[in-house]
């Protein structure tokens, strides 16, 4: 078989420019087609998914059906329910400046868009930009990760099988051929992944002035107050943690902040409901994720042996190089200058910070770049408030984990280094969206005022309306009149 090259590359642009200007992925009834295909295709191959999600990461079935093919289905359900009503122009108000005129708001697709996925949910991180795109109209490349080798064959088959093979297409491959790509003009690229090669993307992107969406991630704070439903909150952190793919997700919390006095209190119910959860033995628990590749395996290593790091270990830090399996770890107090305290963790490591007073917590967040996420566990509305006004990340969850990202009317994105641009729901199809501004006039209702030659009179006038001083313009008039009068006995 032939690699996936440059001219390869160019082919597959210049075939996807002709579908795109024969105008069928513009149609109301091409989009929910291959939204309809797209939901079949779960439908028909949840098994071969689960499968592919097992050898690729060894995750668990609950959590491939829940948070990979489950939410891929209700995007779809989404999208297909609001489609029309998100086509529609929407009609906004004039001035008086144009009067009379009406104007509306045209919602017209971008034209050929590029979809970089990421390993750690390549089914839904890969599909669900690919759903905003066709309800946009659009013609999509996607390009799953190859870290993810089975999940990523199992998308190239079954896609050109259920799709539109001439206006949506999948190529799978690393390095080399995402460089093919990326040299093409894209109309939008959206990268799910690491800064790194973000900044790679965007850089290409910037070549041809293409616009981009990056979804980087950080390091993801969860403040805890000491006010809580211990037992109830323990379970959330726990399932926002290690039951998001053993901590490989992008808004797992990173790291916990809490009151010295109330840490040892948080650890113990921790401790409690991961024996609960995962047995004495977390290793052998089938309802964990292994970490993805020996390098990300010897990575998670590096940042527990560090010398500064490994005697803060306070449960946990079992692993298994052959299976690739590390055990949820707690750390206690690991210092700020730390490789764990300096890097996105994106793994079943959990350091806890203290402070004295939980304000003190607002103050170490704000020191960091933005994160994609940030999480607070608390039953006073004055934190709530503070947290909320003082805070700047991608998203928000209080008393629980993660759980935004299943609310399509919320949208899912960074800001800073976290990543930039938005979507999820309406967002998706804004997104793979250009608002296309249309200004409607007749022949009728002629402003002179407009016209040379110009006077003081006319600026006082325009001026006026354009301020919307009725006063002004009722003066600029009587002005206007008596010049004009005054003109014309003159004359």
Request: glycine share 6%; with cysteine.
């Amino acid at each position: 078989m032939r690699k996936f090259d440059m001219e390869m590359a160019t082919s597959v642009m210049r075939e996807l420019r002709a579908t795109f200007s024969d105008g069928k992925t513009r149609s109301y009834e091409w989009r929910i087609a291959q939204l309809k295909g797209m939901m079949k295709m779960m439908d028909d191959h949840e098994e071969e998914i689960v499968e592919a999600l097992r050898l690729d990461l060894n995750k668990p079935k609950f959590e491939s059906v829940v948070y990979e093919i489950s939410m891929i289905q209700s995007a779809c359900k989404k999208a297909i329910k609001e489609l029309k009503r998100w086509m529609m122009p929407k009609k906004v108000k004039t001035t008086l400046l144009v009067f009379p005129s009406s104007a509306e708001i045209v919602s017209e697709p971008l034209g050929v868009v590029l979809v970089i996925s990421a390993w750690n949910y390549p089914i839904m991180l890969s599909l669900d930009p690919v759903i905003g795109a066709i309800a946009a109209g659009n013609a999509v490349v996607l390009k799953p990760s190859e870290i993810a080798p089975a999940s990523s064959s199992v998308l190239a088959e079954y896609v050109k099988e259920y799709m539109d093979c001439s206006a949506i297409k999948v190529i799978e491959g690393g390095v080399p051929e995402t460089s093919a790509l990326l040299e093409q003009k894209w109309d939008k690229i959206i990268y799910t992944g690491n800064g790194r090669v973000g900044r790679i993307v965007m850089a290409a992107a910037a070549k041809h002035l293409t616009p981009v969406v990056l979804e980087l991630g950080g390091k993801c704070p969860l403040i805890v107050d000491s006010d809580i439903d211990l037992k109830v909150a323990a379970k959330r952190m726990i399932v926002g943690k290690w039951g998001l793919n053993n901590g490989q997700a992008c808004v797992s919390p990173d790291y916990i902040i809490t009151s010295k006095d109330f840490a040892p209190k948080l650890v113990d119910a921790l401790k409690h409901q991961l024996e609960r959860f995962y047995g004495p033995n977390p290793l052998e628990s089938s309802d964990l994720s292994r970490i993805v590749s020996c390098n990300h395996f010897e990575r998670l290593t590096k940042l527990l042996d560090e010398d500064k790091v490994s005697s803060k270990i306070i449960h946990g830090g079992q692993r298994d190089k052959d299976q690739l399996k590390i055990a949820p770890t707690i750390l206690l107090d690991v210092p700020d200058d730390s490789l764990i305290m300096n890097e996105e963790i994106f793994g079943p490591l959990l350091p806890i910070l203290t402070v004295d007073r939980l304000e003190e917590s607002f103050n170490v967040v704000s020191s960091r770049a933005k994160p994609l996420a940030a999480y607070l566990f608390t039953n006073s509305k004055n934190v709530k408030d503070e947290f909320v006004r003082n805070i700047s990340a991608g998203g928000m969850v209080i008393n629980d984990i993660a759980l935004h990202l299943a609310v399509p009317t919320l949208p899912f994105g960074g800001v800073g280094e976290s990543g930039m641009g938005s979507y999820h729901g309406k967002f998706s199809f804004d997104t793979f969206s250009h608002k296309k501004s249309v200004l409607y006039r007749s022949f009728f209702g002629e402003a002179p005022a407009r016209y040379p030659p110009y006077t003081e009179g006319k600026m006082r006038l325009l001026k006026a309306i354009i301020g919307g001083s009725i006063t002004g313009i009722i003066r600029a008039l009587i002005g206007l009149s008596e010049h004009t009068v005054g003109k014309a006995k003159t004359s």
